[in-house]
């Protein structure tokens, strides 16, 4: 609407009549107001990236990318990482999940893995109505919860409160969140496994995956 006033006053100022009337006009309102709109989208508008590298035994084994796309109240997050571990065999896993959030509350995710080139997890998470649809390796589901408003993504974006629960799009379902210390966390999983997430500055820092073969670490970037 803006951009197609200014056409128009360009197009009045450039004709002899009332050019004085529609410069001041055009400096005096349009201008003003469109650097105004600018400024506020500029303001609800963010992008943050972060990226940890894999160890395992200090040795470094994989990366892993965290993305998230704010705008308004439209939040988008994203994760990818690949791991290459050798034991018996070499193993290499890439993984990845997407969640939006839309005024806080969950609109739909995904979760998958592959395991040397082989779908292991293909999960998908979506809101309808007042309950949430799930599919698991094509397998539908359903969760009686009208809101799911933070979810494993949302711990590499902000720091847990204390208390509160997580929703595992991997396992489709919630599971509590422990603190263990100052800005420290444990999450246990339903398969016997767990996890440690440290935060600075509001900030995952650092998460300890240990597993019953292994235990890797993943180091933010600085």
């Known amino acids: 609407m803006i951009p197609a006033l200014i056409i128009w006053l360009v197009k009045k100022i450039l004709q002899k009549e009332n050019r004085l009337f529609y410069l001041k006009l055009l400096l005096q309102r349009i201008i003003p107001a469109l650097l105004c709109t600018l400024f506020f989208f500029t303001l609800s508008a963010q992008q943050v990236t972060h990226t940890y590298v894999v160890k395992y035994k200090d040795d470094s084994v994989g990366n892993m990318q965290f993305l998230l796309n704010r705008l308004g109240d439209d939040v988008s997050l994203k994760m990818t990482s690949r791991v290459a ?3 018996i065999v070499s193993i290499d896993v890439q993984s990845g999940e997407e969640a939006m959030f839309k005024n806080g509350r969950l609109i739909r995710s995904k979760s ?3 395991v040397n080139g082989k779908q ?3 999960n998908a998470t979506w809101a309808a109505g007042d309950v949430y649809e799930t599919s698991c390796d094509d397998k539908r589901g ?3 919860q009208k809101l ?7 711990l ?5 409160l204390s208390g509160r629960t997580v929703y595992s799009d991997n396992f489709q379902q919630f599971l509590p969140i422990q603190k ?7 999450i246990e999983l339903p398969d016997g496994n767990y996890n440690y997430y440290f935060f600075k500055d509001g900030i995952c820092n650092k998460v300890e995956v240990h597993h019953s073969f292994y235990t890797i670490t993943m180091l933010l970037k600085q």
Do not use: G
């Open 85 to 87: 571990m050798r034991f």
């Open 142 to 144: 359903c969760i009686r």
């Open 180 to 186: 263990v210390a100052t800005h420290q966390y444990k």
């Open 148 to 154: 799911i408003d933070y979810n494993f993504l949302m």
């Open 120 to 122: 292991k997890v293909n």
């Open 112 to 114: 998958w893995r592959k």
């Open 156 to 160: 590499y974006a902000s720091e847990p």
